[in-house]
């Protein structure tokens, strides 16, 4: 075990070279600053003021930091996070195996499997450390754009569903909600990862990874696939935003991530099978 967690820590240190592993943590602040900005345009705010005064609430107390922090990551996290999160995923394999590295890395006493365990396991923190700073990077300018205090308003129309929450409640809701939204977006690391197993590109991996999620997500958009939505991913990754319901159902959502978990076992294994197979000396 302890040599396990010392390969780990050196795989994630090397993790930390990497210049694109940043990528996504500035691609964010950016597109936070940005959305924050406009949430404060006149057009914007109306809209909002609308939307919370006809529910009989105070706009002044609603439209706060944990809101404006709630529709930063509700708006970007899908389609950005998935961006950098398949990318990182994507190389983890690919990127080592292109550049020869592999070979080298397996002279060392080492099995496949283990080593697929620990570039897996250091993609899942990183999609949890990545989530973690969009959420709480939000949330920060969002309290220096409107300070603290007010209530957390939080909405899905696809789920139906509208909330209202004092600060102290909003904060409890917010911060369940990124842990939920992480274990989501892993998938998104697990597919990218199961790509990269293959003997493609890096890029190749990243882009297939990425045209599955999409082509995913519009058929659960688009309502042509209503009655076979058990079929689709992102009908189960799009679960996280139950836990901001009024009466959480911690049994659906228990359900749904026990089926992600399932998915993202099977990838594994699947990759590490195909790895397994490659003859990596040629």
Request: charged share 20%; proline share 1%; aromatic share 16%.
């Given at each position: 075990?302890?040599?396990?967690?010392?390969?780990?820590?050196?795989?994630?240190?090397?993790?930390?070279?990497?210049?694109?592993?940043?990528?996504?943590?500035?691609?964010?602040?950016?597109?936070?600053?940005?959305?924050?900005?406009?949430?404060?345009?006149?057009?914007?705010?109306?809209?909002?003021?609308?939307?919370?005064?006809?529910?009989?609430?105070?706009?002044?107390?609603?439209?706060?930091?944990?809101?404006?922090?709630?529709?930063?990551?509700?708006?970007?996290?899908?389609?950005?996070?998935?961006?950098?999160?398949?990318?990182?995923?994507?190389?983890?394999?690919?990127?080592?195996?292109?550049?020869?590295?592999?070979?080298?890395?397996?002279?060392?006493?080492?099995?496949?499997?283990?080593?697929?365990?620990?570039?897996?396991?250091?993609?899942?923190?990183?999609?949890?450390?990545?989530?973690?700073?969009?959420?709480?990077?939000?949330?920060?300018?969002?309290?220096?754009?409107?300070?603290?205090?007010?209530?957390?308003?939080?909405?899905?129309?696809?789920?139906?569903?509208?909330?209202?929450?004092?600060a102290r409640e909003g904060l409890w809701r917010y911060a369940l909600s990124t842990i939920t939204l992480s274990v989501s977006m892993s998938m998104a690391c697990c597919i990218a990862f199961f790509f990269s197993c293959w003997r493609i590109k890096p890029s190749a991996a990243t882009i297939t990874a990425l045209s599955y999620l999409f082509l995913d997500m519009i058929l659960r958009e688009s309502g042509f696939m209503h009655n076979y939505r058990h079929l689709l991913i992102t009908h189960y990754m799009n679960v996280w935003s139950m836990v901001l319901f009024e009466n959480i159902p911690w049994a659906v959502i228990l359900r749904h991530y026990a089926i992600l978990a399932g998915i993202g076992l099977t990838l594994f294994v699947a990759g590490a099978a195909i790895f397994e197979s490659r003859d990596l000396k040629s």
């Open positions: 075990m302890k040599q396990f967690l010392w390969q780990w820590g050196a795989e994630l240190r090397k993790m930390l070279a990497r210049k694109r592993t940043f990528l996504g943590f500035g691609a964010f602040l950016a597109l936070e600053a940005i959305l924050l900005v406009v949430f404060q345009l006149d057009g914007v705010e109306r809209f909002f003021r609308r939307m919370i005064s006809t529910q009989g609430e105070s706009f002044d107390s609603y439209f706060s930091a944990l809101t404006l922090a709630y529709l930063v990551v509700r708006m970007a996290i899908f389609l950005l996070g998935g961006i950098y999160l398949t990318l990182v995923a994507g190389d983890v394999v690919a990127k080592e195996s292109e550049d020869g590295n592999l070979r080298l890395l397996l002279t060392r006493p080492i099995s496949r499997t283990r080593l697929l365990a620990i570039k897996f396991a250091s993609c899942l923190v990183y999609c949890f450390v990545l989530i973690q700073f969009i959420a709480w990077s939000a949330l920060l300018l969002g309290v220096i754009v409107r300070g603290w205090g007010g209530g957390l308003f939080a909405f899905a129309p696809e789920q139906e569903f509208m909330a209202f929450y004092d």
